[in-house]
């Protein structure tokens, strides 16, 4: 082969190796984003929740099809304790259209030690009268007299206490602390409702 014709076929392999490489670069590129991409998704669900509202029962502060939030680590890793008016995704014995297990997500009402009431349509804590207000019909249906809530165990509501199936119903009672999946912490959807949850306490 004359020396113009071996210079080519060298240009050539060139091309070819740097083309390979580039492929080969192109490829471990792609392969890396991916793998960082599941490692920061997996880190980022171990502390967060997208959580759909299911039903009518936390009415008139959330509503059916709400996209919340909900922080997995509020009552672990960080070392918090649920407080009152809490808003918590549990797991029940109830069991979903698909015989799973089935999650309900109510309100903070009762802690460990606290004697619960329900009489005449009112909430008694510790004796103390409830707020309704924040309630969808401010009445609160059922009775209950002085159950005392278990050590770690909390006692729920719905905001809709006409509509919901929450810790005055045998199928669900007071609810284990590890039961907790995590607190609801900011609604995304819709857009016209976004921000923080409603905590009625916080005015008391």
């Known amino acids: ?17 740097k083309r390979k490489k580039s492929n080969g670069r192109a490829v471990f590129e792609w392969v890396r984003d991916i793998v960082i991409a599941i490692i920061v998704a997996i880190i980022v669900l171990q502390f967060i929740s997208p959580t759909f509202v299911d039903g009518r029962s936390m009415e008139p502060n959330l509503h059916d099809g709400d996209y919340l939030i909900v922080s997995k680590q509020s009552y672990g890793l960080f070392r ?11 797991h029940t014995a109830l069991l979903d259209d698909k015989g799973n297990d089935k999650l309900i997500i109510k309100r903070v009402i009762g802690l460990p030690g606290d004697v619960i009431t329900i009489e005449n349509g009112e909430v008694y804590v510790n004796g103390e009268l409830q707020d309704a207000s924040y309630t969808n019909d401010g009445v609160t249906n ?5 159950l005392e809530v278990p050590e770690g165990y909390i006692f729920c509501l719905g905001d809709n206490r006409l509509n919901s199936k929450d810790s005055r119903s045998g199928d669900v009672g007071c609810i284990p602390e590890d039961a907790i999946v995590g607190k609801a912490v900011l609604r995304l959807l819709p857009f016209s409702d976004f921000g923080s949850i409603y905590n009625p306490y916080d005015d008391r």
Not at 142 to 146: L, P, T, V
């Open 80 to 90: 918090g304790e649920p407080e009152y008016g809490d808003v918590v995704v549990v």
């Open 142 to 146: 059922g009775s209950i007299h002085n």
């Open 1 to 17: 082969m004359s020396e113009p014709g071996r210079r080519t076929q060298r240009i050539a392999e060139e091309k070819a190796a």
